[in-house]
C-alpha cells in the first residue's frame, strides 16, 4: 500500500537510503535537513514496514524563456529483501498522478547507470540532458569573490544560468544546501549531469512550445501508455493548440510520436541530428543539470 511519509516513518526512509546507497552520514544530514519532505516522499507499505520509497524535489525549469515548475524525482530504492516485486512501479506511477494534480508537467531525473537509464525508459522517461565535457564554475571561488557573503555568492551563481533555457534553476535555498554539500566534499569539480525527463502534461508544453512558433502548423499525435491524458492528437496552429476528437480530419501534416520522443523534442534534445520533418519543426537546445546535490 502506498501513503506519503510521515514523522513516524522519516527515519525509516532515512534508513533505506543508507542501505540502499551507502552514502556518509554527513551528505544524509544535508539531504534530509533541507530536502527532504514528508509530503513529498511516497513509501510502499509491506506488512506494517515501509519497504520502497521515493522523494519529489521541486524547482523551476526554463522552457522556451518562461519558467515552469518541475519535478526531480530522488532517492528511489526498495530494501533488497523486497525487490523484483513491482513496488517502486507502483511508487513511480504513483508520483506521476502527485505531479498532475499538484500542476507539475515535466519531471526529470538522474540516473545511475545505462543499466538503470533502462528501467525508467519503461515508464516513458528519455534521456535529454547530456554529461558536460567542461567543468562548472567552482563554487569556492564563487564565494572567494563574493567575499563570503552567500547572498552574494548567490546572485553571481543565478546570474551564470537564469538566463539559460532548458535549464533547471535553483533558489537561494537550493544554493544553500549546495554549497553545505560543496564544503562537505571540499569543493569538487563538478560537470552537467547525464539526466532524463517525462511528460506528465503533453498539452501544457505543447502549449507553451507553439506560442513561441506560431508559423508551425502540423498534428501531433502522442501515445502514451501510463498517462492516458497525453494520449491525444493535437492540432498546432498559429501559436495555439487543439486537442482534436477521434474523429476529427484537418489537412496539415500529421505526426506521430510516443512520449519519450516527444520529451526529446520539445526540449531540443539532438534535434539537428532528426529527420524532416522533425529537424525543422522543433529547435534544437541544450538541456543542462549540474549541482543536483547528486
Not at 498534428?219 to 474523429?247: C, W
Amino acid at each position: 500500500m502506498i501513503h506519503f511519509a510521515d514523522d513516524s516513518t522519516k527515519q525509516a526512509v532515512r534508513d533505506m537510503w543508507k542501505i540502499c546507497f551507502g552514502d556518509p552520514d554527513a551528505y544524509m544530514d544535508i539531504y534530509f535537513n533541507h530536502k527532504y519532505r514528508n509530503e513529498n516522499t511516497l513509501i510502499y507499505i509491506q506488512d506494517q514496514k515501509p519497504v520502497a520509497s521515493l522523494q519529489m524535489l521541486f524547482f523551476n525549469f526554463t522552457f522556451y524563456g518562461i519558467e515552469i515548475p518541475i519535478a526531480y524525482l530522488s532517492g528511489l530504492c526498495t530494501l533488497p529483501y523486497f525487490r523484483s516485486r513491482g513496488y517502486m512501479k507502483q511508487l513511480i506511477i504513483e508520483s506521476y498522478q502527485v505531479a498532475k494534480e499538484r500542476e507539475i508537467p515535466l519531471m526529470i531525473l538522474v540516473p545511475q547507470d545505462e543499466g538503470v537509464m533502462s528501467y525508467y525508459e519503461r515508464f516513458g522517461f528519455a534521456q535529454t540532458f547530456d554529461p558536460g565535457n567542461e567543468t562548472l564554475p567552482q563554487l569556492s571561488k564563487i564565494m572567494e569573490a563574493s567575499s563570503e557573503d552567500i547572498h552574494k555568492a548567490y546572485d553571481s551563481f543565478n546570474s551564470l544560468f537564469r538566463d539559460n533555457d532548458m535549464t533547471v534553476q535553483k533558489s537561494f535555498a537550493d544554493f544553500e544546501a549546495i554549497l553545505e554539500e560543496a564544503k562537505l566534499f571540499n569543493y569538487p569539480l563538478k560537470t552537467n549531469l547525464t539526466g532524463m525527463a517525462r511528460v506528465i502534461d503533453a498539452s501544457r508544453l505543447i502549449s507553451i512550445y507553439s506560442s513561441k512558433y506560431p508559423s508551425h502548423s502540423f498534428n501531433l499525435r502522442v501515445e502514451d501508455d501510463i498517462i492516458h491524458e497525453n494520449n491525444r492528437e493535437f492540432a498546432i496552429s498559429q501559436g495555439k493548440v487543439e486537442v482534436l476528437k477521434p474523429s476529427s480530419s484537418l489537412q496539415r501534416e500529421n505526426i506521430k510520436v510516443d512520449i519519450k520522443e516527444l520529451a526529446q523534442l520539445l526540449m531540443g534534445y539532438h534535434t539537428s541530428e532528426r529527420d524532416e520533418p522533425f529537424s525543422t519543426l522543433f529547435p534544437e537546445k541544450i538541456p543542462t543539470m549540474h549541482f543536483m546535490l547528486e
